[in-house]
Nanobody, 119 residues
Framework: QVQLQESGPDLVKPSQTLSLTCTISGGSITTSYYYWSWIRQPPGKGLEWIGYIGYSGITNYNPTFKSRTSISRDASKNQISLQLRSVTPEDTAVYYC???????????WGQGTQVTVAS
């Protein structure tokens, strides 16, 4: 059973960098052909895909976020990380990490972590 757990601060000040970590258990992040995504849901809105890092380390980003987003991984810790720079209150959301196999729907999700951007 694959489990994903997001962690990080629940409050970030405007203009700062939001940093989250997703720790995966029950499966390796380097196993072919899985992709590990960050997804968020702002209050009252739908899900927004931020980007992913793949089993090979390749990354892909939603153009909306690309200029201020970095997704990385630490294979030794089986973790992926998200950095979202220059945040504004509009970045307030529940942030999720999730796994998909190439071409298939997401099959495992973390429980999500609420991040609020406020001074």
């Amino acid at each position: 059973q694959v489990q994903l757990q997001e962690s990080g601060p629940d409050l970030v000040k405007p203009s700062q960098t939001l940093s989250l970590t997703c720790t995966i258990s029950g499966g390796s992040i380097t196993t072919s052909y899985y992709y590990w995504s960050w997804i968020r849901q702002p209050p009252g809105k739908g899900l927004e895909w931020i980007g992913y890092i793949g089993y090979s380390g390749i990354t892909n980003y939603n153009p909306t976020f690309k200029s201020r987003t970095s997704i990385s991984r630490d294979a030794s810790k089986n973790q992926i990380s998200l950095q979202l720079r220059s945040v504004t209150p509009e970045d307030t959301a529940v942030y999720y990490c999730a796994r998909e196999a190439s071409g298939d729907p997401y099959d495992y999700w973390g429980q999500g972590t609420q991040v609020t951007v406020a001074s």
